[in-house]
């Protein structure tokens, strides 16, 4: 699993966003509030798990990793109710997702860093 990437593709999700914000867009809002349909969440569930489970980064990166799917979830939804106004704003610092995200970026790399990826 190249956790450099899991990091990048976590943090183009905001650009995914607000592309469907401009161009309103409908997202499966289902799908992408699951923490185990992405690459990144396959592994940490699969892979990931026999290999680092007793890692406490490991345990960690599950936690946030839901969490990011959780809130991006609910930009989703927000996307799909043609609220585009209030999705644009759950983007910004500050906010659930912009925290989530955050802490997800920096769950995988402690995992990368502990796990000597």
Request: charged share 25%.
């Amino acid at each position: 699993m190249d956790l450099n990437d899991a990091v990048a593709k976590h943090a183009e999700w905001k650009t995914k966003f607000r592309v469907a914000i401009t161009k309103k867009e409908t997202m499966d809002a289902h799908t992408i509030a699951k923490d185990n349909c992405c690459d990144l969440g396959k592994w940490l569930h699969e892979d990931g798990l026999r290999q680092f489970g007793k890692l406490h980064s490991h345990r960690d990166c599950v936690v946030k990793h839901a969490q990011f799917h959780t809130e991006a979830g609910k930009v989703a939804v927000t996307i799909n109710a043609k609220k585009y106004e209030e999705a644009e704003h759950m983007l910004n610092a500050g906010t659930p997702y912009a925290s989530a995200s955050s802490a997800v970026g920096i769950a995988i790399m402690k995992l990368q860093k502990e796990a000597n990826l």
